[in-house]
């Protein structure tokens, strides 16, 4: 329980921290000097979420590495719609997808896609302990 819990802090913590920068790169693209990034508290449990991901990275472990990433991003997909439509019936839903042309109910971007590919593949090294390419990682590499 001692390390689902580290885990479940670490994958939040990391999300955290990957929307922060994501956010405050958005700011720039949009010529905001300030480069302020930002997140909501409810992302840190909702990213904390990945640590659910260990079972699937088990079961994927041997697919190439493409694969690997399409099927976490179709995971993240589901958790994104699932967990941003149980907010939206509290009206508690940090973000709203409504003005991209690529998004479903207003709660997950197509475009995003590529993000959430490499999210995914940067949470299984943090649950597996393994490179992308599959090969173990040593103690001194690990987040």
Request: proline fraction near 3%.
């Amino acid at each position: 329980m001692k390390k689902l819990t580290f885990t479940f802090l670490r994958c939040g913590i990391l999300g955290w921290c990957l929307e922060i920068l994501f956010t405050a790169l958005q700011s720039f693209r949009r010529r905001e000097k300030t480069g302020m990034g930002n997140t909501s508290v409810f992302m840190f449990f909702i990213y904390g979420m990945a640590v659910f991901l260990k079972p699937v990275c088990a079961l994927v472990k041997n697919m190439p590495v493409w694969l690997r990433g399409l099927i976490y991003t179709v995971c993240i997909f589901s958790a994104e719609y699932t967990t941003g439509m149980l907010l939206s019936r509290k009206e508690r839903c940090p973000w709203n997808y409504a003005h991209s042309r690529y998004h479903i109910n207003g709660l997950i971007r197509l475009d995003y896609a590529p993000l959430w590919f490499f999210t995914g593949l940067l949470f299984e090294r943090i649950l597996t302990g393994s490179s992308a390419a599959g090969h173990p990682v040593s103690r001194r590499e690990r987040f």
